[in-house]
């Protein structure tokens, strides 16, 4: 009865990552105390839907037909999240000083002749308070009359930092980070060493893209070379898809095609460039082609969000206006495929040092939560045991956080931001990322420990509140992940009891 209770928790409660959940019913636990899973797999038969957030009954355009299990090319993590949708409403740029009238409109005049019983539907008891209510009316509708027409993003699908659309002016050690990084990458033979670390830091956008290309492996440092290996690598990618990818609806490959075909509406579903018919037709053949040339592993749920960080990179070199609202079919169709190529091509450099996180039974993750869970037991022994007592293994929160490495946990724009770092790290995304994991645990220990019961602190771990951050939480983040590293990766007898 108890397993029972844990599998139906995962169903109902599906919740929006993000925001912390604090008027959400607390059930009865006393009875909810299992018997522990003894394999992976049957752990993984008992949260099946542990992170799928859209996944409603009756949904026929993202239900699968028949069941997703392939067994020779796709093994689909079934813990894997779907990303949540968030119900924060959007902060709005405020409107340019000269276009405030300091006069209320024909509209709040309206609002003013109203009862001065009843104020936006409810009673007031003195005139002043009657007043205050309707200059707050008339200032909003005056703010909203005055923003320009644009469609509306959540702040968690915001990929540029700032909260509004625009970048405030550069400050002097910026222009001189940018110059440094100029610098580096006009240089005949770039310096990848220093390259790396003054991108530890973060990377300016104006040269980001260039920047990732070159610590991702794909780019040479040796400037003479690098557009000759763009166009081979370019067309090398285009020669796959026109050998491969009309296979896509061959029995053997139609499983895999199918799950990635499902995968992509869901990736970031609240911005509408990855909404795009054309955008998802772009991500489909990368993944496809990437699968079937890497049979070890296939496609693996996840993945797909991979993708994404490389792609926003590579688009913004050619896009000044928010990312988020640019429609692709805009582009030249060559500047189109070569975005699509460096994706595709980085995004395979990325995932050949954490293979072993999606070949049979996932190893890589499964090492590196138990990692995860004994660094957190030198560090703070008191989550530690909370979590014991709670009964709330790692492995139910902290997969998603190795298979997807944080980016169902973080808005998008700080995705881009950590992958900075990883980049500019030796190990970044199979080793540094233990210790940012455990850094962001850690952060979140004040509300760990006040939840007392195993439902409330899964939900919680499933939906930190992370909307609102930037690059300064982003940086916070990864300085305690370095200190954490430099304490214990080359400390064994500290980092084991």
């Not at 690598?233 to 061959?250: C, L, N, W």
């Not at 022994?381 to 997969?399: P, T």
Request: glycine fraction near 4%; charge should be negative.
């Amino acid at each position: 009865m108890a397993t029972e209770n844990k599998i139906h928790f995962w169903r109902k409660n599906a919740k929006v990552p993000g925001r912390l959940l604090k008027d959400t019913p607390k059930t009865n636990t006393v009875n909810m105390k299992s018997k522990k899973p003894s394999t992976f797999h049957e752990f993984a038969r008992s949260t099946n839907d542990a992170w799928d957030i859209d996944d409603v009954e009756g949904n026929d355009f993202l239900a699968p037909t028949h069941p997703t299990f392939i067994p020779t090319q796709t093994h689909s993590s079934p813990q894997m999240a779907r990303l949540s949708v968030s119900n924060q409403s959007t902060v709005k740029e405020p409107p340019p000083v000269d276009t405030v009238e300091p006069v209320c409109t024909d509209i709040c005049q309206d609002h003013l002749k109203v009862d001065s019983e009843l104020v936006n539907g409810r009673v007031v008891k003195s005139s002043s308070d009657a007043q205050l209510n309707s200059n707050t009316v008339c200032g909003t509708l005056q703010k909203q009359q005055s923003l320009p027409v644009r469609p509306i993003i959540p702040l968690v699908a915001r990929i540029s930092d700032q909260n509004a659309s625009g970048a405030p002016p550069m400050t002097v050690r910026e222009k001189t980070r940018l110059d440094k990084f100029k610098q580096l990458l006009a240089s005949p033979n770039t310096d990848l060493d220093d390259l790396r670390k003054q991108s530890w830091s973060g990377i300016p956008r104006e040269v980001r893209p260039v920047t990732w290309r070159l610590l991702s492996g794909y780019l040479p440092p040796n400037m003479e070379r690098r557009e000759l290996v763009l166009q081979r690598k370019r067309e090398e990618y285009f020669g796959f898809i026109e050998q491969y990818y009309h296979s896509r609806t061959d029995e053997h490959h139609r499983d895999t095609y199918r799950q990635i075909h499902i995968d992509i509406p869901r990736t970031n579903p609240l911005i509408p460039l990855f909404q795009q018919p054309l955008v998802q037709e772009v991500f489909e053949r990368i993944l496809f082609i990437w699968a079937i040339r890497h049979p070890a592993s296939g496609y693996v749920q996840g993945i797909n969000d991979l993708v994404t960080p490389f792609f926003v990179v590579f688009l913004s070199e050619f896009v000044e206006e928010d990312v988020e609202n640019f429609e692709m079919a805009a582009l030249p169709l060559e500047t189109q495929r070569n975005i699509e190529a460096d994706s595709f091509w980085c995004m395979s450099k990325l995932l050949d040092g954490i293979q072993d996180n999606y070949t049979f039974a996932q190893p890589g993750i499964q090492t590196k939560v138990k990692a995860l869970e004994e660094l957190v037991s030198r560090i703070d022994e008191d989550v530690h045991l909370h979590f014991r007592r709670c009964e709330v293994e790692y492995l139910q929160f902290a997969f998603r956080w190795m298979n997807n490495l944080l980016m169902r946990e973080l808005p998008l724009r700080c995705t881009i931001r950590l992958w900075d770092t990883y980049q500019a790290e030796s190990e970044g995304f199979s080793h540094f990322h233990l210790y940012v994991c455990a850094a962001f645990l850690i952060k979140w220990r004040k509300e760990i420990l006040s939840m007392l019961d195993f439902q409330g602190l899964l939900m919680l771990l499933q939906n930190l509140p992370t909307i609102h951050w930037g690059n300064e939480e982003v940086g916070l983040l990864l300085a305690e992940a370095y200190r954490l590293k430099y304490m214990f990766a080359d400390a064994p007898s500290h980092y084991k009891r």
